[in-house]
């Protein structure tokens, strides 16, 4: 990686120097072997995920040098001399003082094999902390860690009422059938909170926030498979994306999420790659906030999507609050989506839609990208406080002109006259048009964990 010359000199001791390199939805933690200070150039010890300024990224940070110790409480592994070398804090007695050093990637381990599962085994109670990873670069969601619980090819098991903290990679990784991952407080950890694959799974009332302190593409509640449950997940304080699943006839339902998209790009508060009749109903995402790059969504639908349906969805002061990417044939149905600002949808290489009953209430102006995505579009209501609807023509990715979007058909321009939204319970006062057009209330005041 090239490098400016005023960045980094020859003071930088290679031996323990790491250095993140950003992309845009993930990131590279690798070691460095070698700098040349005259052509400005470090040689990583290990290989990043993506080369260096991809994406038209230029960012980096460089850990774990004597230099960086600007303040009390910060501390650095000097590998040269085989200490740790730490600042205390003011009154900080260094001779009474714990010190904790993780020594392990997983703290419990339960494997099996496809042919000889781990079967009918439940693990409660416990709260479990630090653990480490290598030093290597994590890859997309930063999926190549263990998890402080590691189950491998796992029959009817349950992880229940278990916190973990201060883990290096991920919280939980599992995988098998018939799992149960229920009631759970994943939090402070350096990777996802919880990682799963296999079918039938039931993830359902955990509590997930502050991932990703070490690779910020951390998902918070990320799986594949198919027939899995994933409902009323409290999920908050994530560097990326909050909750991920592609695969088959899976149900993402009640979950409450928001401060997700906090560091990288191209993701949301629920994004599905390559998913196959997937259900997002019910949930609850605000306070999403674009940073950049390919910006930030609260539902996206990725490369792939078919047949899956978004419907009785709430988002609050998220931007581009649906994001359809290379999909097609999927349903968005009587969902409401409130903005301060201005609102987009957006349909970038996507077929087939049908985009009925929602509500769409900007204070700015609201657009569509690739409005020809939809094939159908019945009984919504579209409000802008700047009076402004319109549509951008794409070629791929580029617009390629606009025209503004007319009432037709059963479709409004008209104030929903929304009630008391912001805890998200969701009504329509008299004089509505919402109930003329078949638009329910929504209620997803309940999403999140429950008593």
């Given amino acids: 990686?090239?490098?400016?010359?005023?960045?980094?000199?020859?003071?930088?001791?290679?031996?323990?120097?790491?250095i993140t390199v950003y992309h845009m939805w993930d990131e590279s933690l690798v070691g460095v072997s070698a700098n040349d200070p005259n052509s400005h150039m470090l040689t990583f010890s290990t290989p990043a995920g993506h080369?260096?300024?991809?994406?038209?990224?230029?960012?980096?940070?460089?850990?774990?040098?004597?230099?960086?110790?600007?303040?009390?409480?910060?501390?650095?592994?000097?590998?040269?001399?085989?200490?740790?070398?730490?600042?205390?804090?003011?009154?900080?007695d260094m001779a009474a003082a714990e010190v904790i050093a993780p020594a392990v990637e997983s703290i419990v381990i339960l494997r099996g094999t496809r042919?000889?599962?781990?079967?009918?085994?439940?693990?409660?109670?416990?709260?479990l902390a630090v653990t480490t990873t290598p030093?290597?670069?994590?890859?997309?969601?930063?999926?190549?860690?263990?998890?402080?619980?590691?189950?491998?090819?796992?029959?009817?098991?349950?992880?229940?009422?278990?916190?973990?903290?201060?883990?290096?990679?991920?919280?939980?990784?599992?995988s098998g059938s018939d799992l149960r991952i229920e009631r759970c407080h994943t939090h402070h950890v350096g990777a996802c909170g919880i990682r799963f694959s296999g079918s039938g799974m039931r993830i359902t009332d955990n509590h997930i926030h502050d991932v990703g302190l070490t690779y910020p593409s951390a998902i918070a509640l990320t799986g594949s498979g198919q027939k899995h449950e994933i409902s009323h997940n409290h999920v908050h304080h994530a560097p990326y994306?909050?909750?991920?699943?592609?695969?088959?006839?899976?149900r993402i339902e009640g979950n409450r999420i928001h401060d997700a998209m906090q560091e990288l790009h191209d993701g949301a508060g629920i994004y599905c790659f390559g998913g196959k009749g997937l259900v997002l109903r019910g949930n609850f995402i605000y306070d999403i906030t674009d940073t950049g790059g390919y910006g930030a969504s609260a539902y996206y639908l990725d490369e792939q999507c078919e047949g899956c349906v978004v419907e009785n969805n709430l988002s609050i002061d998220v931007v581009r609050p649906s994001h359809n990417h290379m999909a097609m044939n999927n349903t968005i149905r009587n969902n409401v989506f409130i903005s301060d600002k201005d609102l987009q949808i957006t349909f970038p290489r996507s077929s087939g839609y049908t985009f009925e009953k929602n509500v769409l209430y900007a204070k700015g102006k609201i657009t569509f990208?690739?409005?020809?995505?939809?094939?159908?579009?019945?009984?919504?209501?579209?409000?802008?406080?700047?009076?402004?609807?319109?549509?951008?023509?794409?070629?791929?990715?580029?617009?390629?002109?606009?025209?503004?979007?007319?009432?037709?058909?059963?479709?409004?321009?008209?104030?929903?006259?929304l009630v008391a939204w912001q805890q998200g319970r969701l009504q329509f006062a008299p004089g509505s048009p919402a109930p003329d057009l078949g638009i329910q209330p929504i209620d997803v005041s309940d999403a999140g964990p429950r008593n």
């Fill in 51 to 92: 080369p260096p300024g991809a994406f038209g990224v230029h960012k980096y940070v460089l850990w774990n040098v004597r230099e960086g110790m600007t303040e009390p409480g910060q501390w650095y592994l000097d590998r040269t001399r085989g200490k740790v070398v730490y600042w205390p804090l003011p009154g900080e």
């Fill in 241 to 250: 994306s909050a909750v991920t699943c592609g695969g088959r006839d899976n």
């Fill in 135 to 174: 030093l290597e670069a994590g890859g997309f969601g930063a999926g190549r860690f263990s998890g402080a619980i590691n189950v491998t090819s796992a029959d009817n098991c349950t992880l229940a009422d278990l916190e973990i903290v201060n883990a290096g990679g991920q919280a939980i990784k599992a």
């Fill in 1 to 18: 990686m090239k490098y400016q010359s005023e960045d980094l000199g020859p003071w930088l001791d290679v031996r323990n120097a790491e």
């Fill in 115 to 127: 042919d000889k599962p781990v079967k009918d085994v439940a693990i409660q109670g416990l709260t």
């Fill in 369 to 417: 990208d690739n409005y020809e995505g939809i094939a159908t579009a019945a009984n919504n209501i579209l409000f802008s406080g700047e009076g402004v609807v319109q549509c951008h023509k794409l070629d791929r990715y580029n617009r390629t002109g606009s025209y503004p979007l007319e009432p037709s058909g059963s479709n409004r321009h008209a104030d929903p006259k």
